[in-house]
């Protein structure tokens, strides 16, 4: 199972170089974005590029109390007219040192509601439903499933300059996301969070014709969890006919077994649900527990962020797994499908891992061994691509689900900070090619000023410009259009960078990579052994492969 993706916050150590901001007083309301939706009148405003902008909006009901590990309940209709100046609470999770700027909370704290099936709705100047007939791109945002808010993703940008309208919604995190507990078992799975995106997709099919939005060319894309999520639906029958194309963003094709979900490990419902309470877990047991002992039962230290996700409930999910689906021409919801990665995958993580680097001040991070710390870093993400790519679009194509293109994001001109170069430290890391989608710059906190400053600034918005428009243009037709070929046999991915992106062919395998590392010659056999366990510590199900290939005992 994947270790490595316990948290986004490596970048979260430099949250000391800015403070948090101060809450800004919500716009005010504009005549222009009065809609009527099934739930009653609502109202919205003006982004500064003069989007319309919705946020906060309820697809489902709260879910405390008896709708606790239940499917989303409808939303209630509103008994005034709703203003959705603001941005709703977050779905409740543990804050870590990337959302403590963001909520101004102290890292370890339990924060948000089980009232969070809300979303953001942003689209053009003009747009409504006398002109329904702009594609929809619905984002489902990362976190390792554990983490993550609406709010951090500004649509508005992306709305106005690509003539879409974009959908960000929050659903269940964590241990109320994936629950695998029988006292709880009604039919409805253990994939709380697919259910909720489930009917977020459904409102979308009912509402989004009154924000302008065609319901019947709908794109799902999320990066990372969210990446992986949106894998999920692509195998998930209760998904099948919501949308009709998939972005898959750094994400993987894999999910948990049932058995080991429901108590194969230190964190599997079972053994959970018996330190969150002090006596027998009934189902209204469960439903009741506070909040706070819910999500204590998983505080475990690095094993917090380790509980099983993305399920293979039999309900959801086939029984069998996502992998399972992808060449299954019956489960499989065949759509075009766009997956990608970036370069320096593995980056984001390696940067604050002491036997990489070192901190000073607590927030100067230095390169102990910079070849060394290259290498492990190609590796890992090497392999991310892989299974991001390469495996699953093999056997996707052989069932003949096409057409599929792939990315590799390589832009990597990020500036520095006193003896800290980040563009070594992190280049193309993951999550970088966010902002870029989003042409939203205003992503990684105090970092934001040394990444993306004045000197890249045109090169930056050349770049962002090509992507939106070609996510855009996938989402519009499903094809992103010229200059960038469908996958095949042979294999071909884009290349996205500043000042000039480009194609890279051929394809990439795990044997072709331990061959590689075994024989690398830039390393000696103490630095392969180093990598080889990086990777066994990452997916221990190729403990073996890499063992026989490398000869090192990790």
Same mark, same amino acid.
């Given at each position: 199972?994947?270790?490595?993706?316990?948290?986004?916050?490596?970048?979260?150590?430099?949250?000391?170089?800015?403070?948090?901001?101060?809450?800004?007083?919500?716009?005010?309301?504009?005549?222009?974005?009065?809609?009527?939706?099934?739930?009653?009148?609502?109202?919205?405003?003006?982004?500064?590029?003069?989007?319309?902008?919705?946020?906060?909006?309820?697809?489902?009901?709260?879910?405390?109390?008896?709708?606790?590990?239940?499917?989303?309940?409808?939303?209630?209709?509103?008994?005034?007219?709703?203003?959705?100046?603001?941005?709703?609470?977050?779905?409740?999770?543990?804050?870590?040192?990337?959302?403590?700027?963001?909520?101004?909370?102290?890292?370890?704290?339990?924060?948000?509601?089980?009232?969070?099936?809300?979303?953001?709705?942003?689209?053009?100047?003009?747009?409504?439903?006398?002109?329904?007939?702009?594609?929809?791109?619905?984002?489902?945002?990362?976190?390792?499933?554990?983490?993550?808010?609406?709010?951090?993703?500004?649509?508005?940008?992306?709305?106005?300059?690509?003539?879409?309208?974009?959908?960000?919604?929050?659903?269940?995190?964590?241990?109320?996301?994936?629950?695998?507990?029988?006292?709880?078992?009604?039919?409805?799975?253990?994939?709380?969070?697919?259910?909720?995106?489930?009917?977020?997709?459904?409102?979308?099919?009912?509402?989004?014709?009154?924000?302008?939005?065609?319901?019947?060319?709908?794109?799902?894309?999320?990066?990372?969890? *969210?990446?992986?999520?949106?894998?999920?639906? &692509? @195998? /998930?029958? +209760?998904?099948?006919?919501?949308?009709?194309? !998939? %972005?898959?963003?750094?994400?993987?094709?894999?999910?948990?077994?049932?058995?080991?979900?429901?108590?194969?490990?230190?964190?599997?419902?079972?053994?959970?649900?018996?330190?969150?309470?002090?006596?027998?877990?009934?189902?209204?047991?469960?439903?009741?527990?506070?909040?706070?002992?819910?999500?204590?039962?998983?505080?475990?230290?690095?094993?917090?962020?380790?509980?099983?996700?993305?399920?293979?409930? *039999?309900?959801?999910?086939?029984?069998?797994? &996502? @992998? /399972?689906? +992808?060449?299954?021409?019956?489960?499989?919801? !065949? %759509?075009?499908?766009?997956?990608?990665?970036?370069?320096?995958?593995?980056?984001?993580?390696?940067?604050?891992?002491?036997?990489?680097?070192?901190?000073?001040?607590?927030?100067?991070?230095?390169?102990?061994?910079?070849?060394?710390?290259?290498?492990?870093?190609?590796?890992?993400?090497?392999?991310?691509?892989?299974?991001?790519?390469?495996?699953?679009?093999?056997?996707?194509?052989?069932?003949?689900?096409?057409?599929?293109?792939?990315?590799?994001?390589?832009?990597?001109?990020?500036?520095?900070?006193?003896?800290?170069?980040?563009?070594?430290?992190?280049?193309?890391?993951?999550?970088?090619?966010?902002?870029?989608?989003?042409?939203?710059?205003?992503?990684?906190?105090?970092?934001?000023?040394?990444?993306?400053?004045?000197?890249?600034?045109?090169?930056?918005?050349?770049?962002?410009?090509?992507?939106?428009?070609?996510?855009?243009?996938?989402?519009?037709?499903?094809?992103?259009?010229?200059?960038?070929?469908?996958?095949?046999?042979?294999?071909?991915?884009?290349?996205?960078?500043?000042?000039?992106?480009?194609?890279?062919?051929?394809?990439?395998?795990?044997?072709?990579?331990?061959?590689?590392?075994?024989?690398?010659?830039?390393?000696?056999?103490?630095?392969?052994?180093?990598?080889?366990?990086?990777?066994?510590?990452?997916?221990?199900?190729?403990?073996?492969?890499?063992?026989?290939?490398?000869?090192?005992?990790?």
């Amino acid at each position: 199972m994947i270790r490595h993706l316990r948290t986004l916050v490596a970048i979260g150590v430099l949250s000391g170089l800015g403070a948090c901001s101060s809450v800004p007083e919500p716009p005010e309301p504009l005549a222009a974005t009065e809609r009527t939706i099934s739930q009653g009148e609502i109202v919205g405003f003006a982004a500064d590029n003069a989007a319309q902008v919705w946020l906060g909006l309820p697809y489902a009901a709260s879910t405390a109390g008896v709708n606790r590990w239940r499917a989303p309940q409808p939303a209630a209709r509103f008994t005034e007219r709703f203003e959705a100046l603001t941005h709703s609470e977050p779905c409740p999770q543990i804050i870590n040192r990337l959302s403590t700027r963001t909520t101004g909370r102290d890292e370890g704290d339990l924060y948000g509601s089980e009232d969070c099936l809300k979303l953001d709705v942003y689209a053009p100047n003009g747009a409504g439903p006398d002109n329904a007939d702009r594609p929809v791109m619905v984002w489902i945002h990362g976190g390792s499933n554990t983490w993550g808010f609406a709010s951090q993703y500004d649509g508005s940008k992306l709305a106005q300059e690509q003539d879409v309208v974009v959908v960000v919604i929050q659903y269940r995190l964590g241990p109320l996301g994936f629950f695998a507990h029988p006292q709880i078992d009604e039919g409805e799975g253990a994939n709380f969070a697919l259910l909720d995106h489930v009917a977020a997709l459904q409102w979308v099919a009912e509402e989004i014709g009154q924000f302008g939005g065609d319901p019947d060319n709908v794109t799902i894309f999320g990066e990372s969890a *969210g990446g992986q999520n949106v894998a999920a639906l &692509l @195998a /998930s029958p +209760l998904a099948s006919g919501l949308y009709h194309r !998939a %972005v898959v963003q750094s994400g993987f094709f894999d999910s948990t077994p049932l058995n080991e979900a429901q108590e194969g490990t230190e964190n599997s419902a079972i053994p959970a649900a018996e330190r969150m309470l002090s006596g027998e877990a009934t189902a209204y047991a469960l439903r009741n527990a506070p909040l706070q002992a819910v999500f204590d039962a998983y505080n475990l230290g690095d094993a917090r962020a380790e509980l099983p996700r993305v399920i293979a409930d *039999g309900v959801t999910l086939p029984r069998e797994g &996502l @992998a /399972s689906t +992808l060449d299954d021409t019956e489960t499989f919801n !065949a %759509v075009p499908i766009i997956s990608g990665v970036n370069r320096d995958e593995m980056k984001l993580f390696n940067a604050l891992n002491p036997e990489l680097t070192r901190q000073r001040f607590g927030v100067l991070i230095s390169i102990r061994d910079p070849h060394l710390y290259e290498r492990r870093a190609y590796y890992q993400s090497r392999l991310w691509r892989i299974l991001a790519i390469d495996q699953p679009f093999a056997r996707m194509r052989a069932a003949g689900h096409e057409p599929l293109w792939a990315y590799r994001f390589d832009w990597d001109d990020g500036g520095g900070f006193l003896t800290m170069d980040l563009s070594e430290l992190f280049g193309a890391a993951h999550a970088m090619e966010i902002p870029f989608v989003f042409n939203h710059f205003d992503f990684f906190g105090p970092l934001d000023r040394f990444l993306f400053h004045r000197e890249n600034a045109d090169s930056r918005a050349e770049l962002a410009a090509e992507m939106g428009a070609y996510w855009t243009e996938f989402a519009r037709t499903g094809d992103p259009g010229a200059g960038w070929p469908a996958w095949t046999e042979d294999g071909v991915l884009k290349r996205f960078d500043a000042p000039t992106s480009g194609l890279l062919e051929g394809t990439d395998s795990v044997e072709r990579l331990l061959e590689d590392l075994a024989s690398d010659p830039t390393l000696d056999s103490a630095d392969t052994c180093h990598i080889a366990e990086a990777l066994v510590n990452w997916r221990d199900e190729l403990e073996a492969r890499i063992r026989a290939r490398t000869g090192c005992e990790v």
